[in-house]
């Protein structure tokens, strides 16, 4: 499990602007018209957390064979993870940040996925209990038999022999 990044990018809504928290520093403001400490500070760190005005994300930069690397945006909703490309250092910008906290915010606000209820398990668990008694029933019969994924395959007697078919 990866553990989760040092540094974050918090979006202050009573101060109107982003603080940066790096371990070992005082917070920094970053605001949208002063970006070149925000430029500096994604040169020399691979990775941070984003809570920004409309979501939020950890983005991690991710080594290439060609060029210096590219930052990807990863946010995590029921389970599910999703992964966006932000691009090189220069296009990963605040008003990016906040593009793509927002697209996955919608996408998973939209589409929650959902997991199976314990009553559909319940009643998909029953209903195979009935086919499985259903097919013994109808076997001592003498009726057609149903064989399933659920069920072992078993042979009726054999006209010749009486035991299993040994053909099957």
Known sequence: MPKPPAHALIWSAENLFY???????????????????????????SSFSFQGQHGHLNVLKE????????????HKSAGQTQK?????????????????????EDLTSEHPQASPSLASLQTGHAREETASSTHQ????LGGTMVVTRFSPHICPPCSWSGNGCSLC
């Not at 520093?25 to 002063?34: A, C």
């Not at 029933?137 to 001592?140: A, D, H, P, V, Y």
């Open 63 to 74: 080594a290439r064979s060609r060029g210096t690397g590219y930052w990807y945006a990863y």
């Open 137 to 140: 029933q109808e076997n001592e």
């Open 19 to 45: 603080v940066l928290h790096t371990p070992g520093h005082p917070p920094q403001e970053i605001t949208s018209g002063n970006e070149g400490v925000w430029r500096a500070w994604l040169t020399t760190h």
């Open 84 to 104: 966006r490309y932000l691009g090189r250092s220069a296009t990963v910008t605040l008003a990016r940040l906040e593009e793509v906290a927002q697209v996955l």
